[in-house]
């Protein structure tokens, strides 16, 4: 390897499952070998990781779902950044829940909406399965009348 030098990089990521938005910073080490080529070396904390936009895990829900913004966005958008982060998901025991609502962490919590999904689908079958029921057995009742 002939040329190598470091630079410093914040990347802006946002979780697409639970939103929570959080900033990692990474060393990448640019290096050129014999033959001309180019290689980039990502580490963080000292450690050889995958680059930024090759699985990136949401440090809150654990989701694999995320996206990044382009470099110097949260600074000039640090309204993303004031919520507190968010409860983890695994938290260490701490006796049995009173109630079995309490074991659901937020970010369950905020995505299970089984009424709404029964609402969502249930209205329009009924409405169609309706519609049948009366073009196919009231209609034709009501004209032999």
């Known amino acids: 390897m002939h040329d190598a030098f470091e630079s410093r ?3 802006p990521f946002e979780c697409l499952r639970c939103l929570h938005v959080w900033e990692e910073d990474y ?7 014999d033959h001309g080529n180019d290689v980039d070396v990502w580490s963080r904390s000292g450690a050889i990781v995958q ?8 440090p809150a829900c654990g989701a ?12 000039r ?3 993303l950044l004031a919520a507190p982060d968010p409860e983890p998901l695994v938290r260490p025991p701490a006796g049995p829940p009173a109630t079995p609502v309490e074991r659901i962490e937020p970010a369950a919590r905020r995505t299970s909406r089984p009424g709404r999904r029964l609402i969502a689908v249930g ?8 519609y049948e029921v009366y073009a196919n ?4 009742l009501l004209r032999h009348h």
Not at 27 to 33: C, E, G, K, N
């Open 9 to 11: 990089e914040s990347w």
């Open 27 to 33: 060393v990448v080490r640019h290096l050129t070998d």
């Open 51 to 58: 680059p930024p936009w090759s699985g990136t895990c949401c």
């Open 64 to 75: 694999f779902h995320t996206t990044s913004f382009p470099s110097g966005y949260l600074s």
């Open 77 to 79: 958008h640090p309204e």
């Open 123 to 130: 209205v329009p079958v009924v409405l169609f399965v309706g």
């Open 137 to 140: 057995v009231v209609e034709p």
